[in-house]
């Protein structure tokens, strides 16, 4: 943990909790993908760049969760350089309000914030008009947030930032924060193409064995939503699936906890309303969810 690596040619891994990528363009100039949770973490990754001689050209967002972007704005008013993301992951880094409250559903609770929804507002351009080093790819990962990216470098090295949740994380609980699960689904398999190619998830380890990882992944999408089907077999509210699935899981009773298990119910609620599997209706002014009576 908090070391470089070299993972192919001119491509390295800064490994700390939210790994980073950085990519030497030039003798003493690299491009970084992501910048770590806090001021901290980007102080770790500049003293790293630093040790080796190098300079930051620019940043590139994976997307715009507070563990991948909370030291963008100390990285760029410290070096200069300029941050890029997609329209639509920009916004919510240069309004960092947004997403919580996406997540909390109104103006966030500072009972919410926490380090991990609480990234520094910072200006960052739109990525289309990053002149990408030659043989620089950068490819869309929808799914885990609004317009996450993934970059590949002219090394054969895939950067595929949180499309993929570690097993072991899974394994405690197989329900992670998904802003659109039926986009998730669709990464899953367009990440399944880089099989046998070097893969760096965010919080996993690198990994040339991505279809693997990817499955398991997927199996866990499904069984939340086996999870949740069997549940509304009998009609509930949102706050009683969440109630059982806390349980189930063993979640910890927390504000944070709490919220995001509630996003995640909502999500899944979503994605299986779309495909015709639950319906709602409303009884003593409580909405209920329940499968589809053909079920």
């Known amino acids: 943990m908090f070391e470089l690596i070299n993972l192919a040619g001119d491509t390295y891994c800064f490994r700390m909790p939210t790994n980073v990528g950085i990519y030497k363009v030039f003798e003493n100039r690299v491009f970084i993908i992501d910048t770590g ?30 563990d991948h972007a909370g030291g963008c704005r100390y990285i760029t008013e410290t070096t200069g350089c300029s941050a890029y993301a997609t329209e639509a992951e ?16 109104a103006f966030p609770c500072r009972d919410f914030r926490g380090k991990f929804m609480n990234t520094p507002a910072c200006a960052v351009r739109d990525i ?114 969440v109630a059982r699935l806390t349980a189930l899981w063993e979640l910890p009773d927390s504000f944070g906890q709490y919220v995001l298990t509630c996003a995640g119910v909502r999500g899944f609620l979503t994605h299986l309303r779309h495909r015709g599997l639950v319906t709602y209706r409303f009884e003593n002014n409580r909405m209920l969810w329940e499968v589809e009576s053909a079920q």
Not at 37 to 65: C, F, P, Y
Not at 90 to 105: K, N, T
């Open 90 to 105: 920009r916004i919510f880094v240069e309004y960092p309000d947004l997403e919580p409250a996406v997540v909390y559903g």
């Open 128 to 241: 289309k008009e990053l002149r990408l080093p030659e043989g620089m790819e950068i490819f869309h990962l929808p799914g885990h947030f609004a317009d996450m990216i993934g970059i590949r470098t002219p090394d054969d090295v895939y950067f595929v930032a949180d499309a993929v949740i570690a097993k072991e994380t899974l394994e405690k609980a197989p329900m992670s924060y998904i802003f659109d699960i039926r986009s998730q689904y669709e990464t899953l398999e367009k990440i399944k193409a880089f099989e046998g190619k070097l893969c760096v998830p965010s919080h996993a380890e690198p990994t040339r064995e991505i279809s693997a990882l990817a499955d398991f992944n997927r199996e866990c999408l499904d069984k939340v939503a086996e999870h949740i089907l069997n549940l509304l077999r009998t009609p509930m509210t949102v706050e009683d699936v």
């Open 37 to 66: 949770i806090n001021e901290k973490s980007a102080q770790r990754i500049l003293e790293a760049v630093e040790e080796k001689g190098w300079k930051i050209e620019a940043v590139i967002l994976t997307h715009a969760h507070t």
